[in-house]
């Protein structure tokens, strides 16, 4: 006799379903309805990346049950969150990289992108990162040559293909995680990886130093001088793979956090213009410890070249510019600033900037000095 045959009757016949399983059902429609109307989506990136621990933090700052509620997701990184934001249900906003826009024009693959994305301001900046075997000793070598540029959606995808294509560097792409693909440049099996997230990153200030592993200078070069900017990295940043003292010239890009482009009226649009204002609202919390030092790199108000920001955004930010009649004692008060900076003057954080013009105002309305 066979196993099934001697089973009784009730094993084969699969369970019915319960009833009343919903929420509502049970009578818990309030609290449906209150989990769900004010929590925001953050797509971060990898876990190994940067912009999930910044998705991370600002669940922590800006945490305001039942008024708000921050919710990060781990995620395939700069490409696959706008698909993300466009496509998938439950993200709001997303951390992405300034050159996301242009890089889905040149291809062609989503229509009327940049009418349909938004952004709230312009983040920090991510470096490119390139850690490559003993016997690769410049990009050229690379050409022809097995590199990992992460997975499929990352920043690494991103900048790191579009780096690689304008200096013409013929490598050969791949595709892995970085953890598995360092386990891979041991054997040979590839010569390098290129990461591009804000350092320092636990991926490299975690690993033990390989003999002859090193990571290679990116020239910022002509063709890199529209999204990219010049930046490097320090023994203070990898004392476990640099000796002190050592810099590595390389070029790095500037993260966005954006969202969609939601009309005003609309739910969706309400929601993101309060996780806005909490953002600008809560923003000085995140320059101190323990939070990212790379929120001291941000300014909120810098603008962001090929890009619109959201309507709340701006409306936020308008709302808290000096008034016009103010813009002459403006003008005087950047002039002093620059000359100041020019002269070897410490330069002042821009809250110090805020309370010291709002001083420069004052003393001014006071003195009746003319605003010319």
């Not at 013409?168 to 990886?193: C, D, P, Y």
Request: proline residues 6%; charged residues 25%; contains cysteine.
């Amino acid at each position: 006799m066979s196993l099934t045959a001697s089973l009784p009757v009730e094993a084969q016949t699969a369970p019915k379903p319960a009833r009343s399983a919903t929420a509502v059902a049970a009578g818990e429609g309030g609290k449906l309805q209150e989990s769900n109307e004010w929590t925001v989506g953050v797509a971060g990136g990898l876990l190994e990346g940067t912009n999930i621990r910044f998705a991370a933090e600002m669940a922590k700052v800006l945490d305001d049950r039942p008024n708000l509620r921050v919710l990060p997701m781990v995620t395939y990184g700069a490409l696959g969150n706008i698909e993300d934001l466009l496509y998938l249900r439950g993200v709001d906003v997303t951390i992405t990289s300034a050159d996301v826009l242009d890089e889905f024009v040149r291809n062609g693959t989503l229509a009327n992108i940049k009418n349909r994305i938004r952004y709230i301001c312009s983040f920090y900046i991510n470096e490119m990162h390139v850690y490559v075997r003993p016997e690769i000793k410049s990009l050229e070598d690379l050409a022809g040559k097995k590199v990992s540029f992460n997975t499929v959606g990352s920043a690494a995808n991103l900048t790191g293909g579009i780096v690689f294509d304008r200096l013409q560097i013929g490598a050969e792409k791949v595709f892995v995680n970085n953890s598995v693909a360092l386990e891979k440049m041991r054997t040979g099996e590839i010569a390098g990886i290129v990461h591009v997230t804000g350092k320092p990153t636990d991926l490299f200030a975690k690993f033990k130093p390989e003999p002859g592993f090193h990571f290679l200078p990116v020239p910022f070069a002509r063709s890199l001088q529209d999204y990219y900017v010049p930046t490097r990295l320090t023994s203070q940043d990898y004392p476990n793979l640099l000796k002190p003292g050592e810099t590595i010239e390389t070029i790095g890009v500037p993260q966005v956090l954006a969202v969609y482009n939601w009309a005003p009226e609309t739910e969706r649009y309400r929601r993101v213009a309060r996780f806005v204002e909490y953002f600008f609202k809560r923003f000085d919390q995140f320059k101190q410890p323990p939070f990212h030092p790379k929120w001291n790199e941000i300014n909120v108000a810098s603008s962001l070249p090929g890009w619109t920001r959201f309507r709340a955004a701006e409306e936020l930010l308008a709302s808290s510019r000096p008034p016009v009649a103010d813009g002459a004692v403006k003008q005087q008060f950047d002039a002093w600033i620059s000359t100041r900076n020019a002269t070897g003057g410490r330069r002042m954080s821009e809250d110090e900037t805020k309370v010291l013009f709002e001083q420069f105002r004052d003393w001014m309305k006071r003195d009746g000095q003319p605003a010319r």
